[in-house]
């Protein structure tokens, strides 16, 4: 081989292993934020789901995909005007343990979250938590 070709090989080998270590670096740095937990998105309730991790911030929520470099969220719910209109419980695989929730979102448009029941214990508290807005009472 070539020492041109050789170059580009390692190059490119070498491009991969900084990528993976990037996406491990974002993975592992969205898992230990405070107030953020594994779950699913969809637009629909049959999907498709995309996984990810969301973080509960002062006024919004947000969504980062798993299989992204993006430093931004994916998407931003306000907190105002946020609310789960239904949920349902569900069981993969019909184990007694892992429970999980489909829970209908609204703000201005309806969307779907699959998550553990703790995380939807903390995300209906966050939503009752909102502060109230400043001259919001006439």
Not at 39 to 67: E, H, M, N
Not at 78 to 105: F, I, K, M, Y
Request: proline share 4%.
């Amino acid at each position: 081989m070539s020492g041109v070709v050789v170059a580009l090989m390692l190059g490119a080998a070498l491009l991969a292993v900084v990528t993976v270590l990037l996406w491990l670096s974002r993975v592992h740095t969205l898992d230990r934020r405070v107030g953020s937990f594994h779950c699913w998105v969809s637009k629909t309730p049959q999907g498709p789901w995309t996984t990810g991790v969301a973080q509960y911030g002062s006024a919004k929520l947000y969504f980062w995909s798993r299989w992204s470099l993006a430093p931004r969220p994916r998407i931003r719910w306000n907190r105002v005007g946020l609310s789960v209109v239904e949920r349902r419980w569900q069981n993969p695989d019909g184990a007694s343990g892992d429970q999980l929730v489909v829970a209908t979102c609204r703000t201005d448009h309806d969307f779907y979250l699959l998550l553990s029941a703790e995380a939807y214990t903390g995300l209906t508290s966050w939503i009752e938590a909102t502060p109230s807005r400043v001259n919001s009472v006439t």
